[in-house]
């Protein structure tokens, strides 16, 4: 069994393994404890929403309209059980309304960025190996 898991993390792109290291009390977990899967791309993607208006912001990571909503996770609940819903976002200021919405799954302020994916680390690793990793790779660049 271990070796299966090593396996399916090998065929991970680095950015794929970054992890947290919270387990299921992180909010990249649905409340079915189940992962939710991270959307192509990277960084957080910037949402304008217009005055009045209300935006659905995807919360199950396989829309192909990604940060919006387009009714894909209605087919992925059915095929694991989960029950994720979209984040309605509804703008009653009186202006346009940008917001970044989370793109690492991470954040404890989701659909929103919070910052977290700058303190991630690859699967695997622990949050101190992860550091003391990125504090070798520095030294590197001042001899």
């Known amino acids: 069994m ?17 992890v947290c290291g ?5 909010p990249c977990h649905t409340a079915e404890k189940h992962r939710v899967p991270k959307p192509p791309g990277k960084g957080p993607k910037k949402v304008t929403i217009e005055a ?4 659905y912001i ?7 309209n990604y940060p919006f909503c387009d009714g894909s996770h209605k087919a992925y609940n059915e095929a694991h059980g989960t029950s994720i819903t979209p984040a309605a976002v509804k703008n009653e200021t009186g202006e346009e309304l940008v917001k970044y919405v989370c793109h690492c799954g991470h954040s404890k302020k989701r659909p929103f960025c919070d910052g977290t994916h700058a303190k991630l680390h690859p699967a695997g ?11 070798a790779e520095e030294s ?3 001899a």
């Open 2 to 18: 271990a070796a299966e898991a090593e396996s399916k993390m090998a065929d991970l792109s680095v950015e794929d393994k970054m």
């Open 22 to 26: 919270e387990g299921d009390d992180c």
């Open 52 to 55: 009045g208006k209300t935006a």
């Open 58 to 64: 995807c919360m199950c990571g396989t829309s192909k």
């Open 125 to 135: 690793m622990t949050k101190a190996a992860a550091d003391a990793a990125a504090a």
């Open 140 to 142: 590197k660049g001042d």
